[in-house]
């Protein structure tokens, strides 16, 4: 088959780990008999840098006429938080969520047998393993409501975020995490503050209904705070966590720690039908970027999900990952996970060995 991916190789070690991602997907290709078509994109801090706004006109356009999205990373300290909203690569992040539909994110935490090691937590939880699918909501919530600052008389300044869902926002990610489910082990855990949050009431009523409709998996509503302690305590309990857009973010890093590496995690972003985005949920490590030392292994495995959700040909996914696990269990290493006495590779030599596996 031919496919058209729009490369959005960003800031930092984004054009690296893209490249390595690259030469996967043509690894691929010729052994399953795919050819692709590759159409850069600008976005992020290098965008603000060659065009003045981190989300350029026609971003969106691009990328609804390409069948997946690849990104590397954005973002980085020369365009912080002080620089105007336009030039900052977080408000093209965002933008361009909402702009292709993207209000599924999916973020699986697995711990890889041959990292099994690198797990923080106590031997015999680790031993119990890690696969747990992070469901996040990507385009509603406290991100996208209405923000507002002003002066009062007597408080000095005052700023306002409002946190909105509808009852339609939170079926369409509900239903994505019950079918989830049932292709997994059958459980979904919806997290919410329902005790506190009027839209998390909302939230759990919707997702209670839901799940009445799917009899086959097993469903349990869980407050934010015991999600938080749940996932260092005993993260094997877990099999599709289901949340909303902020929680998401907060619970998704939580359990990406977990595992070992944020260097090894994939992410999907998808929606009902414009292309999904594909990244690994690393940031752009700006102090390391150009040195060949990044991992390369999470923007690959965003790969394979590329595969598996947007193309839907699961041998591909399947051998991507497979070769990842192979060249770990052989003990390759890049910097951030050798570990004491391991001599490191890098990223570039990492995706040689995951190209020669597959
Ligand atoms: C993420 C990131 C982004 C988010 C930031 C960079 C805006 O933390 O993808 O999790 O909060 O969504
Ligand atoms: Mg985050």
Same mark, same amino acid.
């Given at each position: 088959m031919n496919f058209k991916i729009a490369l959005i190789k960003g800031d930092g070690i984004g054009p690296e780990v893209v490249g390595e991602a690259v030469k996967v997907l043509e690894a691929v290709g010729k052994k399953f008999g795919h050819r692709f078509t590759f159409v850069d994109v600008l976005l992020g801090g290098c965008a603000t840098d060659a065009v003045g706004k981190s989300y350029p006109d026609g971003t969106a356009e691009k990328c609804n006429a390409c069948d997946a999205v690849l990104l590397g990373a954005v973002g980085g300290p020369k365009w912080g938080s002080d620089k105007p909203a336009e030039q900052r690569p977080e408000t093209a992040l965002l933008a361009i969520r909402k702009d292709l539909g993207l209000y599924a994110n999916l973020r699986p935490a697995f711990l890889r047998p041959a990292l099994a !090691?690198?797990?923080?937590?106590k031997q015999e939880t680790a031993e119990k393993g890690i696969d747990l699918m992070m469901v996040r909501e990507l385009t509603g919530g406290i991100y996208f409501g209405k923000r507002d600052r002003y002066q009062t008389e007597d408080r000095g300044v005052e700023c306002t975020d409002l946190m909105a869902y509808s009852e339609r926002e939170i079926e369409r990610i509900g239903r994505r995490a019950f079918e989830l489910a049932r292709l997994r082990r059958k459980k979904v855990s919806s997290v919410d503050k329902a005790n506190v949050l009027e839209t998390s009431r909302l939230w759990r009523s919707v997702m209670r209904r839901l799940s009445e409709e799917y009899p086959d998996v097993q469903y349990e509503d869980i407050l934010v705070d015991n999600c938080a302690m749940q996932l260092v305590r005993d993260? !094997?309990? $877990?099999d599709v966590v289901v949340t909303e857009n902020m929680f998401g973010d907060i619970l998704s890093d939580e359990a990406s720690m977990v595992t070992g590496s944020i260097g090894l995690l994939p992410s999907a972003s998808v929606g009902d039908s414009a292309p999904g985005l594909y990244e690994p949920i690393h940031g752009s490590a700006p102090d390391i970027a150009g040195q060949d030392k990044a991992n390369p292994i999470a923007t690959i495995l965003s790969v394979a999900m590329m595969f598996r959700y947007? $193309?839907?040909l699961s041998d591909e996914a399947d051998a991507i990952e497979a070769a990842v696990d192979r060249v770990l269990g052989e003990g390759w290493r890049t910097p951030d996970i050798a570990g004491p006495g391991v001599a490191p590779i890098g990223t570039r030599q990492m995706g040689d060995l995951i190209c020669q596996a597959i």
């Open positions: !090691g690198a797990c923080p937590l993260p !094997g309990q $877990f947007s $193309f839907h």
